[in-house]
């Protein structure tokens, strides 16, 4: 696997989210409150009686589903705290940065004003004026061209 690849394949498992595992493999030994988190985790329904609340948990566990938890889980902070481990392990791997193009090579942005010309209308007009159609057989063809240089702007 690439090491650009395994940051696009983060995937959060129960040990990485508080609240995302049981501390008993009897799932009726829970609290409410336990169970309700355990459902969270997975994007299943919270509410209801405990006894709905197992049952759910058992059918998640028999699907074989228990270890799948929402990346979006505390509004993605556990997703972002655990791609953030996965960027640094591969930054000091030196083998995996000669692989990352990605994540190497950035130079700081200058910025500066910008330009009161450089507006919305200018653009297309510019992307009108220098586009170029081309024929179905891949030459220019002119009447194309002159029809699209006099349509509106977006």
């Not at 709905?52 to 505390?74: F, Q, T, V, Y």
């Not at 700081?108 to 179905?136: D, H, Q």
């Not at 220019?140 to 509106?152: R, V």
Request: hydrophobic share 35%; aromatic share 8%; proline share 5%.
């Amino acid at each position: 696997m690439a090491a650009s690849d395994s940051i696009y394949s983060v995937k959060l498992t129960p040990d990485d989210v508080p609240g995302a595992k049981f501390w008993s493999t009897n799932v009726s030994e829970h609290s409410v409150c336990t169970l309700q988190c355990w459902l969270g985790c997975r994007g299943l329904p919270v509410g209801g009686l405990e006894d709905n609340l197992i049952k759910r948990c058992m059918s998640c566990i028999k699907a074989g589903k228990s270890g799948e938890i929402l990346k979006s889980i505390d509004d993605g902070t556990w997703f972002q705290k655990k791609a953030q481990q996965v960027i640094e392990k591969m930054e000091t791997t030196s083998s995996t940065l000669s692989t990352a193009p990605l994540l190497t090579g950035w130079k700081k942005f200058s910025s500066g004003p910008i330009p009161k010309a450089f507006t919305y209308g200018v653009i297309c007009e510019n992307i009108i004026a220098t586009a170029r159609l081309m024929s179905t057989d891949g030459v220019d063809d002119n009447e194309y061209s002159a029809a699209f240089n006099t349509s509106k702007p977006l």
